[in-house]
Structures are given as structure tokens and as C-alpha cells.
Antibody, heavy 121, light 108 residues
């Protein structure tokens, strides 16, 4: 059974960088896409971006200028950096596995439990 | 960009059938996936590829997709079905997922 676990600071100051890591266990990080999704309190889901084990990435256009996702296959981990954060970036951040696109579709089959990151001074 | 619209809330009595809709432009031409999110928990995939269920998801949950609306149907609703439900499609133009706004299912 694949399991994902987010880790990182729960509090980040405005204008600083949010950094989170997702550790994958129970399976290899190879052959899949790995994503970061966030959910502001009381709101819906937003995909921040995703990365293939080879390192190729695709970011949400609305966040692209502030986001970086990287992967460390030796540690079975992938990471998120979100720069110049504001209060609007306060959310629960999830990591999730994204299946390879088949035809024209794909979906997320495994999710981490999520971690709340609050942006506040 | 593609938009999916869900009703904010649906209420149903135990034992009845709940239908949660997900509307979009020609949704029937896309493949819809559904997630269940209970309070304080991560989303769980309950239906994928319009109508398939992952192992462990009861047959009471089923999906359909036609025209401009996809529907998640929960038969014989139980208290444990109370949750937020999100639909999702894949936008090939951006190669990014699109999520519906979510529907809160309340079991009366």
C-alpha cells in the first residue's frame, strides 16, 4: 500500500518561502507523477503542480512564477517551494500520486494526510 | 479555462438516494472522477473514469456522465457517507486537473 507523508513548517512569515517535503513509502517514486494540491480553509482543491520522476514539471499557471517542485528519487521524496507567500497561501497542503495520462484523462489515487501551513507574522 | 459546477449542498435522509451533480460544457466528452473528503481528512478516490470504483468502495456509490452533467449517486445513504464530494476532470489544453467546487452531503 502506497503511503505519502507531508512534512515541513506549519507557520511561515509573509514574503518568505514555504517549503514542504513528501515522503513516499510502500512503492517506488518512479513511473508516476507526483503532485502538490492545496485547500484553503473552507474552500476547494487547487493543484499547484506536479513532477515526473525524471524531473519534468508542470505548474499551475496562476502560481508558476512562485513555485518550484523537485524530486529526489534516492530518498523517494519530492518537495515543494512556494516563494514570496502571503496570507492567501494559508491552506492545507496535500501531496498526491497522479497516475499516467491514459488517453485524455488521469486522476489522483493516493493522497497524503495533508499539513496545514499558516502564513502569518 | 474549463469550469465544473457543483451544488454547494445536498441533504438526504438515511436509506434514501443522494445524487450529486457536476456540470460543465459537454462534460460527457470528458472523463470524470470523484473524491470523498470527510472533515479533517484527505480526499479519497471513490469513482474514477466516470463509473469505475477503486477496490474497497461500496457498490452503493456509482457514477454516470452524459451531456453536460456527471452524477455521483449514493444509494441507501448512511451516516458515514456524510462528507464533501469533489468532481475532477483533466484539462488537456493545460495538462492540469480541474476540480469542481465541492458538494457537502448532509445525512438528515
Amino acid at each position: 500500500q502506497v503511503q505519502l507523508q507531508e512534512s515541513g513548517p506549519g507557520l511561515v512569515k509573509p514574503s518568505e518561502t514555504l517549503s514542504l517535503t513528501c515522503t513516499v513509502s510502500g512503492g517506488s517514486i518512479r513511473s508516476f507523477y507526483w503532485s502538490w494540491i492545496r485547500q484553503p480553509p473552507g474552500k476547494g482543491l487547487e493543484c499547484i503542480g506536479y513532477i515526473y520522476h525524471s524531473g519534468s514539471t508542470n505548474y499551475n499557471p496562476s502560481l508558476k512564477s512562485r513555485v518550484s517542485i523537485s524530486v529526489d528519487t534516492s530518498k523517494n521524496q519530492f518537495s515543494l517551494k512556494l516563494y514570496s507567500v502571503t496570507a492567501a497561501d494559508t491552506a492545507v497542503y496535500y501531496c498526491a500520486r497522479l497516475l499516467p495520462i491514459v488517453g485524455t484523462t488521469t486522476h489522483f489515487d493516493y493522497w497524503g494526510q495533508g499539513t496545514l501551513v499558516t502564513v502569518s507574522s | 479555462s474549463y469550469v465544473l459546477t457543483q451544488p454547494p449542498s445536498v441533504s438526504v435522509a438515511p436509506g434514501q438516494t443522494a445524487r450529486i451533480t457536476c456540470g460543465g460544457n459537454n462534460t460527457g466528452s470528458k472523463t470524470v472522477h470523484w473524491y470523498q473528503q470527510k472533515p479533517g481528512q484527505a480526499p479519497v478516490l471513490v469513482v474514477y473514469d466516470d463509473s469505475d470504483r477503486p477496490s474497497g468502495i461500496p457498490e452503493r456509490l456509482s457514477g454516470s456522465n452524459s451531456g453536460n452533467t456527471a452524477t455521483l449517486t449514493i444509494s441507501r445513504v448512511e451516516a458515514g457517507d456524510e462528507a464533501e464530494y469533489f468532481c475532477q476532470v483533466w484539462d488537456r489544453s493545460s495538462d492540469h486537473p480541474v476540480f469542481g467546487g465541492g458538494t457537502r452531503l448532509t445525512v438528515l
